[in-house]
């Protein structure tokens, strides 16, 4: 990994040196657009509106209309900003970790202490732990002031980033404040269902389907050019919306039944899968 951005933790009178990693990476197939007729690949320029020139990216700077005039702003304007030349990541509240909303939880960046003595960072790293409290920290990133939720994760001190509190979306569904009444016989079947679905959450047991069968489409369009049969690669095509609509009750019950007879097939399998258990010699007589 690259470090991307490098700075200092500062809470109070402590500072922590610290690099700055992405800490997530996009695993989507790298797709471009061509033109359909001939497959010729579609570039984009960018182009002055003015002279016509196609313009290099190292010439173009940003600008502000307010309608009437523009302003333009130089990486020079940019950097020449307090908070951008700033290099502290503050912490300004250590709050409770329930109290953070998953739904503010933005980009994810990993810290590596930047010292010849990693000791100010494990302090805070076991301080966060102990207390079971999560930093609120503020700092500028890419022209950006950024506030973000400052965690562990292992052994490392993980940076996520958090949207403003006007950058989420207040929201009012009409449909929600109608009285619904709910039987206990449908919350006892709903909460049966629940259980039957209870795990421990592992990650890596789940995968991207849909990019796994992007990738057998291109192997098998590389493969076979214009023999490629959608039906021959991935089976037929069936209707997952289709089927008889039943009522709540019926769905639930049958929802559980369904899911109690899958993990009853798994655990045959993995039974299954046991080397058996080896017998024990009997034990001889004494003569």
């Known amino acids: 990994m690259r470090a991307i951005w490098k700075g200092a933790l500062t809470f109070g009178l402590v500072n922590v040196p610290v690099k700055v990693y992405s800490a997530t990476e996009d695993h989507d197939v790298s797709l471009h657009q061509v033109h359909a007729a ?9 182009i002055c509106e003015i002279d016509g020139e196609v313009v290099p990216y190292a010439d173009i700077d940003k600008a502000y209309d307010d309608g009437e005039r523009t302003v333009v702003l130089t990486s ?33 960046y990993y810290l590596e202490p930047d010292s010849s003595s990693p000791k100010a960072y494990v302090l805070l790293r076991r301080t966060l732990e102990q207390t079971d409290r999560t930093a609120i920290v503020r700092f500028a990133l890419r022209q950006k002031t950024r506030l973000a939720a400052l965690r562990v994760r292992g052994d490392v001190l993980v940076l996520q980033t958090l949207l403003w509190a006007d950058e989420v979306r207040e929201v009012s ?30 990650p890596t047991e ?10 057998t489409l291109i192997e098998a369009k590389l493969e076979k050019g214009d023999a490629f049969d959608t039906a021959e690669t ?8 289709g089927g008889e609509v039943i009522d709540l009750m019926e769905a639930l019950r049958a929802s559980v039944e369904k899911s109690r007879a899958a993990r009853s097939g798994k655990a045959a399998a993995g039974d299954d899968a046991k080397p058996a258990a080896k017998k024990k010699p009997a034990k001889k007589k004494a003569s």
């Open 76 to 108: 020079d304007d940019f950097a020449a900003l307090p908070s951008e030349r700033s290099r502290e990541i503050e912490v300004v509240e250590f709050v409770p970790t329930e109290q953070i909303d998953l739904l503010t939880l933005d980009k994810a």
């Open 206 to 215: 789940f995968t991207d389907e849909y990019q796994q069968e992007l990738r």
């Open 234 to 241: 991935f089976g037929e095509k069936t209707d997952a919306a």
């Open 173 to 202: 569904f009409p449909s929600l404040e109608e009285t619904v009444r709910i039987s206990s016989k449908e919350l006892e079947l709903s909460a049966s269902l629940v259980d039957s679905f209870s795990s421990d959450f592992d």
């Open 38 to 46: 001939d497959g010729g690949r579609i570039r984009y320029q960018r």
